[in-house]
């Protein structure tokens, strides 16, 4: 072999800590990128020990086993060598005590396993590679002395709205001032928080897109180096895109954790859309609606089962003060709950992030299920997936009201994602109120514990943009 012309990429789903199965998936990938002709094959980073392992990854059990499962891959490897990266940083003698385990790149050949290191040059098959485990946009590093050939990123960053064209964007201009070719292997899959899209690509070194893989789906690709392939996929628009991964977050957190169906709470304004979301992640066979108001419209259009179900029984048999709203709320969350559970279905709240940051919830009320799929999602991401979701559901939403308070939406943002005082809101924002302003702010630190206790909110912001808690510092702004 004089040089590397044709190299495959595998996009396969990893589950964390699931060797077994990421083994043979991997496998699958290899075996299908060689018959493709690929002469060098790569994986993600996620590929074998699955996505965000944290404090898995300081046992020594899970290293182990990541191990031995690099061992076994390279006794399946044939001539073509695999790059990918792992966690393994263990020697049978060593005693592991670590505060942080770092994933490294390893470079299988037949019953070889060899260590690289991040971005230096590797000289392999006639060509000059660098490896790294970073992303395009956060790789600033000094030219090299001698030409590379190829630039290959095995990353791992979780999804979010944009981040496509920010990598796209990213490795286009890392192409043209290096004048290598690009290449960008992510992993599919969703953990408790992130969702991971996979959507690998390719420029070349005028930094011209060669290749864009699919979305949410495993899948291999071989790349022959000067020709762009004709099966690149398009990127759909933005609602599409955000619809398709929450459906794809939905399905694979029940998935996951053993549910094949999912109970939904019908009596809060986002409801049709979460069921509908449900409905095109699952099916209507496996999504049932609870209402204690009558709210049974979509049933028909969605095709879903709702159960019409009542607390007034048990509200009965409280007397005196303790009759209130919030009282109702939690009888009702139990019922809900105790439903899905007789039933083995996983119950989901409704809340969103219009909601969740400034505490206008009940908790142990509608806080309660196993997972908030819209948690990270304002009132106007609402109004636009519910439109979205008028043209393949029709009479499920009524007429759609656009968001009543668009400021506080603002107000949060600025507070919770751009992690900006409320001091410096009133001083460069003066179109937002004043009183809406410090009321957010005392709610946003008043309701730092009530958060604490959410279920697992399916995030797509940004990392840069999660929030923390408690932000009481800043009531002294």
């Given amino acids: 072999m004089d040089t590397i012309s044709k190299i495959g990429i595998i996009q396969n789903a990893p589950l964390t800590a699931d060797f077994s199965n990421n083994l043979r998936a991997i496998i699958q990938g290899y075996r299908a990128c060689v018959d493709g002709g690929a002469e060098l094959c790569i994986a993600p ?76 040059i590797h000289k392999i098959g006639g060509c000059s590679l660098v490896f790294s485990l970073g992303t395009p946009e956060n790789i600033e590093m000094d030219p090299f002395d001698e030409p590379v050939d190829y630039l290959i990123y ?139 108001a009558g709210n049974t419209r979509p049933a028909k259009p969605l095709g879903i089962t709702i159960r019409e179900l009542s607390a007034e029984e048990p509200l009965r048999a409280v007397k005196g003060p303790e009759s209130s709203p919030a009282l109702t709320a939690r009888l009702q969350a139990a019922i809900f709950c105790t439903y899905a559970e007789q039933r083995g279905l996983m119950p989901i709240s409704a809340l969103t992030r219009s909601e969740i940051i400034p505490g206008n919830f009940t908790l142990y009320g509608e806080s309660c299920g196993l997972f908030a799929p819209l948690g990270s999602l304002y009132e106007v991401d609402i109004y636009l997936l519910s439109f979205y979701y008028t043209r393949r559901y029709i009479d499920v939403f009524g ?58 909110i ?3 912001e940004p990392q840069e943009q999660r929030y923390n808690f408690p932000i009481s510092h800043r009531l002294n702004d």
């Fill in 45 to 120: 980073l996620a590929a074998l020990c699955g996505p965000e392992p944290q404090d898995l990854a300081k046992r020594r059990s899970f290293l182990a086993q990541s191990h031995a499962a690099l061992a076994a891959l390279s006794r399946e490897i044939g001539q073509v060598p695999l790059i990918l990266g792992a966690y393994s940083d263990f020697e049978p003698d060593e005693m592991i005590d670590k505060p942080t385990t770092l994933p490294m790149i390893y470079l299988l050949e037949q019953d070889c396993v060899t260590e690289l290191e991040d971005w230096k």
């Fill in 154 to 292: 095995l990353n791992d960053a979780p999804w979010h709205p944009g981040s496509t064209e920010s990598r796209e964007t990213a490795a286009h201009e890392t192409a043209l001032d290096w004048n290598a070719t690009v290449i960008c292997c992510s992993a599919v899959g969703t953990t408790s928080n992130n969702l991971y899209a996979g959507r690998s690509s390719v420029h070349d070194e005028k930094g011209r897109l060669m290749l864009r893989m699919p979305a949410f789906e495993a899948a291999e690709a071989v790349y022959t180096r000067g020709h762009q392939l004709t099966h690149t996929t398009h990127l759909p628009d933005p609602d599409e895109r955000l619809a398709t991964a929450l459906e794809y977050g939905i399905r694979e957190f029940a998935r996951i954790n053993g549910y094949t169906g999912v109970c939904v709470p019908m009596d809060m304004p986002q409801s049709p859309l979460l069921a509908a979301l449900c409905v095109s992640a699952l099916g209507p066979s496996d999504v049932v609606g609870i209402t204690f």
């Fill in 399 to 456: 007429p759609l009201a656009a968001p009543a308070n668009p400021a506080r939406d603002r107000i949060i943002h600025e507070l919770a994602d751009l992690n900006k005082s409320a001091g410096y809101l009133l001083r460069n924002k003066p179109d937002l109120p004043e009183n809406d302003v410090r009321l957010t702010q005392r709610r946003f630190i008043a309701s730092a514990l009530k958060r604490a206790q959410l279920p697992p």
């Fill in 458 to 460: 399916l995030h797509i």
